[in-house]
Nanobody
Framework: QVQLVESGGGSVPAGGSLRLSCAASGYTFLISGYCVAWFRQAPGKEREEVASIYSDDTTRYADSVKGRFTISKDNAAHILYLEMSTLRPEDAAMYYC???????????????????WGQGTQVTVSS
């Protein structure tokens, strides 16, 4: 059974930085054909993809975070990361780790394409 557990959320002032982690179990990052991603959801808003990374390290970012956030993974440790810098109040949300495995070619678009989800970690940014 695949499990995803996020950590690293917290409260920071605008302009600050945070690193989120997502530990995966039940699936190895050492084989190909998977995508892991970060989504976020603020109160009253839809869940949106922040960044995704395919098993070959191809990445995709939302326009709103390009140049400020970096997604990466440690294949040996089965951990997904999201380095967030220059945080803005509009980045505040619950951040979720998501994964889907046994796919070919590229990451799916949209939350419905991801089968496994973590419980989320809260990010608060004060202005």
């Amino acid at each position: 059974q695949v499990q995803l557990v996020e950590s690293g959320g917290g409260s920071v002032p605008a302009g600050g930085s945070l690193r989120l982690s997502c530990a995966a179990s039940g699936y190895t990052f050492l084989i190909s054909g998977y995508c892991v991603a970060w989504f976020r959801q603020a109160p009253g808003k839809e869940r949106e993809e922040v960044a995704s990374i395919y098993s070959d390290d191809t990445t995709r970012y939302a326009d709103s975070v390009k140049g400020r956030f970096t997604i990466s993974k440690d294949n040996a440790a089965h951990i997904l990361y999201l380095e967030m810098s220059t945080l803005r109040p509009e980045d505040a949300a619950m951040y979720y780790c998501a994964g889907t495995f046994g796919i070919i070619g590229y990451c799916p678009v949209g939350a419905s394409g991801f089968r496994y989800w973590g419980q989320g970690t809260q990010v608060t940014v004060s202005s």
